[in-house]
């Protein structure tokens, strides 16, 4: 595809259910990230991927949080028991490297009842 | 700590007029600069941004943005809005070193009246 996208558009779940976000990057980009969007608020980075190295994990803001990365390509991000303040758009982005623009898929809008 | 300030939540302009939109940062150095225009239930699109050179870049859309290292900003102007653009605007930040990560502002929601 053309650019990165990003499934379902909308979930809605029931408190403590587990969730799983789905992330296509543009081919060839190496570097992957997710972003949470709150209501009126600028986004919050998560998690970026780059290559085989580590992930930077460093903006999950629970244990609740994880994400996975099939080599270069798709990305899940999983939300386990999910709580009302997770209600949110999560944001995927991809980029050739990670210094590199940052180009972003339509988001999936997550609202937890 | 890093932050980057768009003051204005809500800026509603009739079609034709100019706009600007502000953004502040504070950061230990020029760090590189962006614009992003996220229309409703689309993604973030990237605009224009500032690595280094002349001050006053060229984006898409119509868009400018004038980088003043004394004052900390970057504003977008655009001199005639047009009714598609209504949407809402993130200016990002990122360190030239270290993190890779940008820091976003919480945006600014731009009405456009006929």
Redesign the interface.
Known sequence: GAG?S?SPSNKVTEKGKDVELRCDPISGHT?L?WYRQRL????E?LI?FQGNSAP?KS?LPSDRFSAERTGESVSTLTIQRTQQEDSAVY?C?SSLE??D???????TRLTVL | AQSVTQPDIHITVSEGASLELRCNYSYGATPYLFWYVQSPGQGLQLLLKYFSGDTLVQGIKGFEAEFKRSQSSFNLRKPSVHWSDAAEYFCAVRSRGGSYIPTFGRGTSLIVHP
Not at chain 1, 40 to 43: E, P, T, V
Not at chain 1, 101 to 107: D, R, S
Request: no cysteine; glycine share 22%; aromatic share 22%.
């Open positions: 990165v990003q570097a990230y009126g608020q600028g986004l980075f970026y930077d903006g944001l982005a990670l210094t623009t940052q180009y972003f898929g339509p988001g």
